[in-house]
């Protein structure tokens, strides 16, 4: 049997979206401010992770019982946020952005959620703040939201420094489905390229949900579970 020929999914509409999010966590005050804030920048709002993105990654985050996080890509700080609300009191998420003013806003509202103490923000190249991490298993969580040309350098930058069974969120990997595109621009190739790469490594095993943009979860898998 054709796996693909019974495909079972409901699509959404405006309507239905707005039922999702009305039935998961909602945001609170703290986390519309911040939502509002970002919409006063402009166009760039649109790097803000959805609400119900951000409940899924907190929830995510609690359920694996990570303690160790990083992120790349930070921008006003709603997905760190989500993941510190996610860690144990003694947990700790590394934040990574090359933008002091777009992270000026995300300091303001970690701490009024009373986690900057678990947030340590690293501002420069996130590449370089990764190279310079031990390239030993530290991290159960990691969120990659950045430039997507150089998402399989941040992908296999990370690998090494991951712990067995631990997650590697990646955003953005429908890229508004334009990966079905016929004629590509650059960093939709990039977005499939990988896309590609994760499907066909072994060392992960992964799944694709279809959670706002595209959210790409890979599992990385202990040297006694590689083929």
């Known amino acids: ?11 959404l509409t405006d309507a239905l979206y707005d039922y999702v999010v009305a039935h998961g966590t909602p945001p609170d005050p703290i986390q519309r401010d911040l939502i509002e804030e970002t919409a006063s920048l402009g166009d760039v709002h649109v790097m803000q992770i959805a609400p119900d993105q951000g409940a899924f990654m907190t929830v995510l985050t609690r359920a694996i019982g990570a303690r160790d996080a990083i992120e790349i890509g930070t921008f006003t700080g709603y997905s ?58 530290r991290f159960h969580l990691a969120f990659v939201d950045a430039d997507k040309e150089a998402y399989i350098e941040y992908y296999e930058a990370l690998l090494p420094r991951m712990r067995s069974g631990g997650l590697i969120l990646v955003d953005n990997t429908l890229w508004e489905a334009k990966v079905l595109d016929q004629d590509p621009d650059e960093t939709t190739r990039a977005v499939c390229a990988f896309n590609d790469h994760v499907a066909g490594d072994p060392r992960g095993e992964s799944v694709l949900l279809t959670i706002a943009d595209g959210l790409t979860i890979v599992r990385v898998r202990g040297h006694e579970e590689r083929p």
């Open 1 to 11: 049997m054709d796996v693909m020929s019974d495909r079972k999914y409901t699509p």
């Open 80 to 137: 760190a946020l989500a993941i510190a609300r996610g860690l144990p009191a003694a947990g700790r998420l590394i934040a990574c952005d090359v933008s002091e003013s777009w992270t000026a806003i995300a300091r303001r509202y970690w701490e009024r959620a009373g986690v900057d103490g678990r947030i340590e923000l690293r501002i420069g190249p996130a590449i370089e703040t990764l190279h310079a991490i031990p390239a030993e298993p």
